[in-house]
């Protein structure tokens, strides 16, 4: 499984972002689809998690900001990240769990800073 985020960038506090994620390289149902993030100088975080049939789960404070979603037919996950805070700074990996597997995306930077 190979692992394609996009969607990183630099924004003012308070706005938006929403980050893409493909997977390629399988023709197997990806049951779980996540988003984790690194700050420097600390252990990386789950953000959010979706499974195939659409259950989310979010790190207490993501919650009412940061909404997981996923496209099956494109094995495309999303995360669309609203009221942005300087603590919100960090790599945003994409994460796929399959077969008991975990595969990760390259990572995309995510700087929220005015």
């Known amino acids: 499984v190979q692992l394609q985020a996009s969607g990183g960038g630099l924004v003012q506090p308070g706005g938006s972002l929403r980050l893409s994620c493909s997977a390629s390289r399988t023709s197997m149902i990806i049951p779980v689809m996540a988003w984790y993030r690194q700050a420097p100088g600390k252990q990386r975080e789950l953000v959010a998690g979706v499974t195939y049939g659409g259950t989310t789960n979010y790190a207490d404070s993501m919650k009412g900001r940061f909404t997981i979603s996923r496209d099956n037919a494109k094995n495309t996950v999303y995360l669309e990240m609203n009221s942005l805070k300087p603590e919100d700074t960090a790599v945003y990996y994409c994460?796929?769990?399959?077969?008991?597997?975990?595969?990760w995306g390259q990572g995309t930077q995510v700087t929220v800073s005015s």
């Open positions: 994460n796929a769990v399959l077969r008991g597997i975990y595969y």
